[in-house]
């Protein structure tokens, strides 16, 4: 596959055009971030007016008890809910792109409801549900309402990778003798597990930032970070909420880039893994 | 014998065979996984470790009678984190906080959420308890495990137990008031009445820049203290009249509802805000020249909210210690420095600083106090929210 | 010694659906369910504020639904569709150039970082971020603060809790989401077609309408649906923005639950809300397809796809 040399010095205005816009693009996405981790610094009482600058908000983020709970609260019920949408989803996944049949329909009409419905309507639905059932256990709570919708964003992912994959692979290995599972172990696994990985990341990053169904289905003392700053900014947000944000956010860039540099050494292009996020790779 | 290696032939292009050599092996796939579990963990690790993850407060209890969590549902800005130390401490008890708007928003959650809801302590405003116990929310006090209730200032109790149901399930926490507090440097004429509330808010300088509180009843009241309308009226022809003057002379003007104003105000996003006495003094003591209070005129808001024991609590011991303890004289100066309402235990104001700010906007004068009514929580109740909904509504326009 | 005996292709003898049941059972359990009991409490009633419930189903009716399009309601849901397709045609019209730089003018080693700093934001809680905004276009907040002293505002800023803070809000949070769709099939696109266009003689803007645009067009309506259908359910990046302007249709609904302890109503507008997206995505959908029938008719060229 042979590319043209572009040619660029006609579209010279153009070019600086895409820059300028490609700059204040990025400019205005991290022009918050930034105000985040520069008022985690802020001295006063509140986090909206700027008293001065120290890092007593820290220390004070790293003692207090309810903001260490809900985070690990978080971080838990994320990782438990990964794990539990990656299960469904890539098995629903599978069963959709190689064993497809009469069934198929109903059943993406089901997930097509499931990334429709509005979260406040999930969040009532999941909460009249669980307390009719006497399901009290606020961590199990959050699990089930946030898999729901993960594992159907993993369901589409895993199906578009491999319908993406040409299925001859797997039958020639078919042909040469291997039993399904085996051919499904060293074949189809390892293709397809940078749509799982990336499913399993997406609905980590979905659960750990959920607001409204999480707000609504935790029981006090289960509640999640975001919930805690949800209530926290009907009053007056403080410092400890920015340093504990800066704090998460430099954890999650670090663990990014030791990703991105095991995804490189195995020859996984950062492309490839973004491609299946969005089903169209 | 050479053991038998298992092999899988494919037929692949050259560039594809290189790539899926790599992620086929057993090795490869290792690799991925593992960094991407390695990852995850990291993640995980890094952000769950802080401070050991400890689930209750590290504190050496001398006689630990109680311990456990103690869940309390209450108003923003309305505990002494000193206080709350000094209790989790004595008590070995971890206390929790969350917070709610209004009452019937608490209501809500409390039924939406059945028993789930975790709780232990509630702070309803003493007319909605009625509601609550209707709804089989509330657990029956025993004074006789809450000896310092007898520090309360008989007065504020017959006001909370005015409806002869509410003192059964509750003591009272503290009682305040409703009026507004304005950015003086916009507002150059002070507001004396309700009315000049409105006509305030209409002034183009002012107009978009109001918040009013995110409580029906305090809303609506608007129109009945400023018509001589006694608020607590069930009269439907007095309600569509408050309904008409709410969308026509105050729906245009609102920037937000919002139930603790002050510190927007000082942000300088409202000039004018309707506010309880005890938020309004923040704003207040911030800057005294520049943001002024005043009391509603010429009437207003009497409310008394009280500690209130759920029926789903778990930890119900904690619970009568903490109330018991807050209603301590010396807890409870310590209370109203803090969120700026009295508290009605006798005895508490000796242990107030001689320098206290603003204590006018906490203890009122025999004429404010003439001002105020209590509210009561009827049948127009309903009614009430709905025109709440209504103006939120057409505010949103 | 390989032994290479031909094995007749064998397929597990279990239900073709098995590995699917899993999830089936999962979302008819917690997902369906749940939602039926809120269908059938939309034809209920509310009980007085002084019952012992919240909802009354003795008696069904419609009545809910006739109360949600009333006057004072339908205003909020027509201006929730309105914020929504307006959010999503702005993240629409700032991501494109941006996704276009990113797949046809970097090089790429550097293409997958700045993918990456696309998605950075998303990981710094989504409330915080957004609340950012509130304390940088604050009154007497530093981008007031600086606007006033170079003499452009007389003022102070006065952006906050208004429609326009709303839009910010809704492009700021849901922008990436629109981006990397694009990126995507932009990126998959050979930059030889392009080329071969304009080497037959299409200038740039032509090119870009019946060359780029048609090819990628997945990856836009990918983006579209993926910022569309959150966005129209979306309440709380609204209110922190936008005060009492910031009024979303799920802001009724959860106040009707949260505060109005009107289930009934609540459970009849989340119904509305649902089936309100999916009529919008049904009228955009046939609008595209009449447009693209269109087009077609009147295209000189097509080229086939990759």
């Known amino acids: 596959m042979t590319t043209l040399a572009p040619l660029r010095r006609r579209w010279d205005w153009f070019n600086g055009l895409l820059r300028t816009w490609a700059v204040l693009v990025y400019i205005f996405l991290f022009t918050p971030i930034l105000v985040v981790v520069i008022y985690s610094f802020n001295r006063g009482r509140f986090l909206l007016t700027w008293d001065g600058f120290g890092t007593n908000w820290y220390g004070a983020a790293l003692q207090n008890e309810g903001i260490q709970r809900a985070l690990a609260t978080s971080v838990r019920v994320a990782a438990v809910n990964a794990v539990v949408a990656v299960v469904l989803g890539t098995m629903a996944g599978i069963a959709l792109a190689r064993r497809s049949g009469k069934w198929s329909r109903p059943f993406l009409i089901l997930v097509f409801l499931i990334l429709v419905a509005p979260e406040i309507v999930d969040a009532i639905s999941y909460l009249i549900f669980f307390v009719r059932i006497n399901l009290g256990w606020s961590f199990a709570r959050l699990v089930i309402g946030h898999s729901i919708f993960n594992s159907a964003v993993v369901t589409l992912i895993v199906l578009a990778r491999l319908q993406g994959l040409d299925e001859s692979l797997e039958e020639a290995a078919a042909d040469l003798g291997a039993t399904p599972w085996r051919a499904f172990r060293q074949i189809t696994l390892p293709l397809m597990l940078p749509a799982v990985l990336a499913g399993g990341l997406l609905s980590f990053t979905f659960s750990l930032d959920d607001v409204i169904i999480s707000s609504f289905v935790s029981t006090s003392g289960g509640t999640t970070l975001p919930v805690y700053v949800f209530s926290a900014l009907r009053t007056g947000l403080r410092g400890d909420l920015a340093a504990i944000s800066t704090v998460t956010l430099a954890a999650t860039l670090v663990a990014l880039g030791v990703m991105v540099f095991a995804l490189r050494r195995s020859g996984e292009s950062v492309e490839g893994v973004v491609g299946t996020i969005t089903g169209a790779g | ?397 | 010694m390989a032994v290479m005996a031909p094995t007749a292709r064998r397929k597990l003898r279990l239900p073709r659906f098995i590995m699917a049941v899993p999830s089936m059972i999962w979302y008819v359990a917690f997902f369906v369910v749940p939602l039926l009991v809120i269908v059938l409490y939309s034809f209920g009633y509310k009980p007085p504020a002084t019952a012992a419930s919240s909802i009354g189903l003795d008696r069904l009716s419609f009545d809910n639904y006739t109360n949600t399009f009333s006057a004072t309601f339908n205003q909020t849901f027509i201006a929730t569709i309105r914020i929504a397709v307006t959010g999503t045609l702005l993240c629409l019209l700032v991501g494109f150039p941006l996704a276009y730089f990113l797949a046809t003018r970097t090089s790429p080693r550097y293409r997958g970082v700045l993918l990456g700093l696309v998605i950075v934001p998303f990981w710094t809680s989504f409330l915080l971020r957004t609340f950012a905004w509130r304390i940088l276009l604050a009154a007497n907040g530093p981008a007031s603060t600086f606007l006033q002293s170079i003499g452009f505002l007389d003022e102070p800023l006065r952006v906050l809790d208004t429609r326009g803070a709303v839009q910010l809000g809704v492009l700021y949070n849901y922008l990436p989401l629109m981006i990397f769709p694009l990126f995507v099939a932009l990126d998959r696109l050979d930059p030889a077609l392009r080329e071969a266009s304009k080497d037959l003689g299409a200038g740039r803007i032509a090119t870009f309408f019946q060359v780029t645009l048609p090819l990628v067009m997945p990856g836009v309506v990918a983006g579209l649906l993926l910022v569309f259908i959150p966005l129209a359910g979306e309440y709380v990046t609204p209110a922190v923005l936008g005060g009492a302007k910031g009024l979303m249709a799920g802001g009724l609904v959860a106040s009707q639950f949260l505060a109005a302890l009107n289930w009934a109503l609540g459970s009849a507008m989340a119904v509305v809300l649902i089936l309100l997206i999916l009529v919008v995505i049904g009228v955009f959908a046939a609008a595209g397809l009449i447009v693209r029938t269109i087009v077609r008719r009147n295209r000189k060229v097509e080229l086939a796809a990759k």
């Open chain 2, 1 to 397: 014998m050479k053991k038998e290696v298992e092999t899988i032939r494919l037929l692949a292009p050259r560039a594809t065979a290189n790539h899926l050599r790599y992620q086929l092996t057993r090795r490869g796939f290792i690799r991925v996984g593992s960094a991407a579990a390695g990852g995850l963990l990291l993640a995980a690790c890094g952000d769950g470790g802080g401070s050991g993850g400890t689930e209750t407060t590290a504190v050496a209890t001398t006689a630990a009678e109680v311990g456990g969590d103690l869940s309390i549902y209450t108003w923003a800005e309305y505990q002494n984190p000193d206080n709350t130390e000094a209790f989790a401490a004595a008590n070995g008890v971890n206390v929790i906080i969350d917070i709610y708007e209004s009452n019937e928003a608490a209501i809500a959650k409390l039924e939406l959420a059945g028993a789930s809801a975790g709780y232990d302590i509630v702070v309803p405003t003493s007319g909605f308890i009625k509601l609550m116990v209707a709804k089989d929310l509330l657990l029956e006090l025993d004074m006789a495990r809450l000896p310092n209730s007898a520090n309360i200032d008989p007065a504020i109790a017959a006001l909370q137990n005015a409806d002869g149901i509410a003192g059964k399930y509750s003591v009272v926490k503290d009682w305040g008031s409703t009026g507004w507090v304005y950015d003086a440097s916009v507002i150059t004429e002070p507001l004396a009445t309700w009315g000049d509330f409105l006509t305030v808010a209409a002034q183009p300088d002012v107009s978009g820049l109001v918040s009013i509180l995110g409580a029906p009843g305090d809303v609506t009241g608007i129109v009945f203290w400023r018509d001589g309308i006694d608020w607590n009226t069930t009269d439907p022809a007095d309600l569509d009249h408050a309904e008409e003057v709410l969308l026509a002379e105050l729906a245009p003007h609102i920037k937000a509802f919002d139930s603790y104003p002050a510190l927007s105000l000082v942000a300088g996003e409202y000039v004018l805000s309707q506010a309880w006495n005890g938020d309004a003094r923040v704003a207040v003591i911030e800057d005294p020249e520049r943001y002024k209070w005043g009391l509603g005129a010429p009437k207003t808001e009497l409310w008394v909210d009280t500690w209130a024991i759920l029926k789903s609590a778990a930890n119900v011991d904690a619970a009568y210690a903490w109330i018991n303890n807050i209603l301590d004289p010396a807890v409870a100066a310590k209370e109203t420095e803090w969120h700026g309402y009295d508290t009605a235990v006798m005895g508490a104001q000796d242990f107030l600083p001689a320098d206290l700010p603003a204590p006018e906007i906490i203890f009122f004068t025999e004429e404010e106090k003439s001002r105020l009514v209590a509210g009561e929580v009827n049948e127009a109740q309903d009614r009430i929210v709905e025109i709440y909904n209504n103006l939120q509504a057409a505010a949103g326009i």
